[in-house]
């Protein structure tokens, strides 16, 4: 930097400047439109954080009490998504990075991602149509035998649809994102210490605890963490699969289910007049602050790998 | 130290050819382990079938044929070749476990969607709208319309953007300005898509009065969620370019610009244009934002600024959510349309991809 006083400037053409401005320009739009989506919603939501019930019909009481249920369903699906997603990512990407055969590992990775290019809709209804109705004999069989445990707790739900199978949905959702950063990551394992490790007669098993685990143990972190801010904003596969009565419940084989915000927001947003849409729109940003910190924790952990790994 | 204990013992006991393999489970083992555990299962679902008088389930019989081989493989691993091994073995039995478990989503799927769909695969289902349809027939005409406009408009604003941005990031990005847009184009592609929907909506609701549906209002949408994955990919192909060749252009006097436009661009375009086929694959299949700013409707709209305008994934979830009678109608109609959208996401990664090997520079020659 301090270097560039004295070097030569370059000859100014008007080329130069039309296109250095044009990208300087859109480098700006960026900061304008993200400053746009806070600004907008901020304003529109502000009328319905001090609504009533007779100025807006969708609440009952208070806006809070109307988003808190909402809050916990959002968080608490995608918790339960994320404890389902996690161990199997890791196990799919120390497949594909570690124990499938050389040649066939860029192919498995693809057929891995295949499952992202498949629309959220689609998973909707293929969560309602296939799922729900596979899965129902096992909640029951589970509410009969194991419904002592507050988690499983009765009456068992007859179609399926509960926020446990939107969890599976979301799982399944959220597995390629989450197996793709943990392959990048594993796949980045210093050759030297796995040789090391396998030089000293460890099984595979063992080389993969002592170097490759630790060596990407951020590198889960921030797939979990990116996997958890997916699964926050996911809306038409929660809308589609849940049957949703908006109260704050644990258990997880009922069909009374706390609903997601962005699930709520798609269910009421089309029919929603007035100062109903306001408190929609409210909802929405509290999503989007709540997604906002999650993403962000994430960059933070991945920056200070960087950092410390020495790398790039 | 356990490990090596039963391995003298064996040596010494019984005269074994090859030393280095005795104690170990010989290769061809957890095949045969696995087909057993496979086999015993199916014995015992088809006893359960015969009994319940239900068919036989070739599903549940592989399923819990594979869980019986994870503990069977440890405790044969583990009376011959001791805790360490079995312990590997068990690792490698649930690793694969995890990989043939994710694949259950994707073929169970892959086949709904193939054998559901094909019912209204039709031509009536690609030459007509839902206007005055109930119950059977109609199609998804004016949805696969609205699609292709807004997901066109949406690539429109958000090309020039993106690939500006990833240039202004890569050849002229220095300090504060940067380092915000790079910091703010990570949070935007985190933004829901629900968010950008909502976006949209206020966006023109200030302009337009409460209540607007529009199909532009959805390509901006579509273009918030569209932009960031667009710097990304762009940006980082373009980094990828070496700096030998810009430099080898400045010192002929090449003009930067020119530079950028006539080196650095032909160089990386394959990789940005695979990046940019990526990133409209990843936006057409969204439903949450269409379904706030663009709405639905049930007759052609060509005009992307004026009235309500459907598209393919919301198309699906209208046909799914509001069913008339007889329901079978609108559900064919809704997994028609969900195989017509995994197509054309597939056709466009396919595509994608395709490109990105034959357009690819050819470095060292």
């Known amino acids: ?312 | 130290m356990t490990m090596t204990k039963p391995e003298a013992e064996t040596v010494t006991s019984t005269p074994i050819a090859n030393s280095l393999t005795a104690g170990r489970l010989p290769t061809p083992a957890p095949w045969i382990i696995l087909g057993t555990a496979i086999a015993v299962s199916a014995a015992l679902f088809a006893v359960l079938g015969v009994a319940s008088g239900a068919g036989f389930d070739w599903g549940g019989a592989i399923i819990v044929g594979g869980l019986l081989y994870v503990p069977s493989i440890w405790l044969f691993s583990r009376l011959v070749e001791g805790g360490r091994r079995a312990k590997d073995r068990l690792v490698t039995a649930l690793v694969t476990g995890a990989f043939l478990l994710a694949m259950i989503p994707l073929i169970s799927l892959a086949i709904t969607v193939v054998t559901f769909g094909l019912a209204r695969f039709d031509a009536e289902f690609f030459n007509s709208s839902m206007r005055n349809v109930t119950g059977e027939g109609g199609g998804a005409l004016h949805a696969i319309v609205g699609t292709l406009l807004m997901t066109g408009a949406a690539a429109i604003i958000s090309i020039p953007i993106g690939l500006l941005t990833s240039i202004y990031l890569v050849e002229y990005g220095r300090g504060r300005l940067a380092q915000g847009i790079t910091f703010l184009v990570d949070v935007m592609t985190g933004i829901p898509s629900i968010v950008a929907g909502l976006f949209a909506y206020a966006l023109f609701a200030i302009f337009f009065g409460p209540g607007i549906r529009l199909g532009i209002a959805g390509a901006v949408a579509l273009s918030v969620l569209m932009i960031p994955v667009v710097v990304r990919s762009s940006e980082e192909m373009l980094r990828l370019v070496p700096n030998e060749l810009r430099e080898a252009a400045y010192a002929l006097g090449v003009p930067k610009w020119l530079t950028i436009v006539k080196v650095v661009l032909p160089t990386s375009i394959a990789g940005i244009t695979t990046g940019i086929m990526l990133s409209i694959a990843r936006v057409i299949g969204e439903t949450a934002p269409l379904l706030i700013a663009a709405g639905f409707t049930q007759s052609m709209n060509y005009n992307l600024f004026e009235g309500r305008m459907s598209s393919l994934p919301v198309f699906v979830y209208t046909q799914y959510a509001n069913q008339g009678n007889p329901p079978e109608a609108y559900l064919d109609r809704a997994w028609a349309a969900a195989l017509t959208l995994i197509l054309i996401v597939m056709a466009l990664n396919l595509l994608a991809r395709l490109v990105a090997r034959f357009f690819a520079p050819k470095f060292g020659r």
């Open chain 1, 1 to 312: 930097m301090s270097s560039a006083a004295t070097t030569i400037k370059a000859k100014q053409r008007p080329g130069d400047r039309v296109f250095s401005g044009s990208a300087v320009f859109a480098g700006s739009m960026i900061l304008v439109t993200l400053a746009a989506v806070a600004i907008f919603l901020i304003v529109q939501s502000i009328p319905a954080l001090f609504a009533t019930s007779d100025e807006a019909s969708i609440l009952t009481t208070n806006f809070w009490d109307y988003v808190l249920p909402l809050l916990f369903g959002t968080i608490w699906a995608a918790a339960l998504a994320l404890l389902m997603a996690l161990p199997v990512s890791i196990g799919i990407a120390l497949f594909i990075s570690h124990y499938a055969p050389r040649r066939l590992a860029s192919v498995l990775g693809y057929i891995v991602d295949l499952l992202a290019a498949v629309p959220s809709v689609v998973f909707g209804l293929w969560g309602i149509g296939v799922l729900a109705p596979a899965i129902q004999p096992v909640y029951s069989w589970l509410v009969t035998n194991l419904g002592w445990f507050p988690l499983f707790a009765g009456p068992v739900s007859g179609t399926g649809r509960t926020i446990l199978t939107a969890a599976v949905v979301l799982a399944v959702m959220v597995l390629p994102i989450m197996t793709a950063i943990c392959r990048e990551v594993f796949l980045q394992t210093p050759v030297l210490h796995e040789e090391a490790a396998l030089a000293l007669g460890a099984t595979r098993w063992e080389m993969i605890r002592m170097s490759v685990l630790p060596f990407g143990r951020s590198g889960i972190i921030s797939a979990s963490v990116l996997g958890l801010g997916r699964a926050l904003g996911e809306t038409m596969a929660v809308a589609m699969v849940l049957s949703a009565s908006g109260v704050i419940s644990f258990q997880l084989l009922t069909s009374v289910n706390p609903s997601t915000i962005a699930a709520n927001i798609a269910l009421s947003f089309p029919e929603a007049y007035g100062l109903n849409v306001n408190v929609l729109i409210a909802t929405g940003l509290i999503l989007f602050v709540v997604t906002f910190a999650v993403n962000a924790f994430a960059r933070w952990i991945v920056s200070r790998r960087k950092e410390f790994s020495g790398a790039n």
